[in-house]
T-cell receptor, first 113, second 115 residues
Framework: GDSVTQKQGQVTLSEDDFLFINCTYS??????LLWYVQYLGQGPQLLLK?????NKGISRGFEATYDKGTTSFHLQKASVQESDSAVYFC????????????FGSGTQLTVMP | GGIITQTPKFLIGQEGQKLTLKCQQN?????MYWYRQDSGKGLRLIYY???????QKGDLSEGYDASREKKSSFSLTVTSAQKNEMAVFLC??????????????FGSGTRLTVL
């Protein structure tokens, strides 16, 4: 079945550092890949979507890309701010004809001032 | 805009107790979901409801029941609370069951503690 692996459980950076979070996926179709962000005390919200058509998504200074060859997708930001501290989840849309989202385990990003 | 309201925000129960979590949305969305969030395990789907009179099991449905009382409300029942059940339960909605399901709108969660 479809799966998503997000190995970086915690990332700690300083303000203005470069952020790179990676996920790998397994699916039988051309996937739609998503990034959700969850701020403290809130539910997750959609940050970015990447499809095989556009290969890249950009929102709020974040950029998401995917690599079909290595079945991985990435979230990056050139210069993080303390306000970017949150949990970031990668996800993909299930390939089984269902529209269920399969989520990774999440990366807790802490940005130090 | 709209909002998803989950009640209660904190729920404390005894082992073996039946507990109910409630969710209301004012987006007028067709599809609603219940997810469980455990630390380090991401979000796992418990139940979802594609339309008002529909109920579907997710990967984690054992030990839970759900009820879609009307379009705007979706409840989750823990049939017999267990100590390893302590987690945050998130309700979500999407406009419908299709490409719109890529965009989920979440509530802020109910944190369950089992004594």
């Amino acid at each position: 079945g479809d799966s998503v692996t997000q190995k970086q459980g915690q990332v700690t950076l300083s303000e203005d550092d470069f952020l790179f979070i990676n996920c790998t996926y397994s699916t039988t179709t051309y996937p739609t890949l998503l990034w959700y962000v969850q701020y403290l005390g809130q539910g997750p919200q959609l940050l970015l979507k990447v499809t095989t058509a556009n290969n890249k998504g950009i929102s709020r200074g974040f950029e998401a890309t995917y690599d079909k060859g290595t079945t991985s997708f990435h979230l990056q930001k050139a210069s993080v701010q303390e306000s970017d501290s949150a949990v970031y989840f990668c996800a993909l849309v299930a390939s089984s004809g269902s529209w269920q989202l399969i989520f990774g385990s999440g990366t807790q990003l802490t940005v130090m001032p | 805009g709209g909002i998803i309201t989950q009640t209660p925000k904190f729920l404390i129960g005894q082992e073996g107790q039946k507990l109910t979590l409630k969710c209301q949305q004012n987006f007028n969305h067709d599809t609603m979901y219940w997810y469980r969030q455990d630390s380090g395990k991401g979000l796992r789907l418990i139940y979802y409801s594609i339309t008002e009179n529909d109920l579907q099991k997710g990967d984690l449905s054992e030990g839970y029941d759900a009820s879609r009382e009307k379009k705007s409300s979706f409840s989750l029942t823990v049939t017999s609370a267990q100590k390893n059940e302590m987690a945050v339960f998130l309700c979500a909605s999407s406009r419908d069951w299709g490409t719109s399901a890529e965009t989920l709108y979440f509530g802020s969660g109910t944190r369950l503690t089992v004594l």
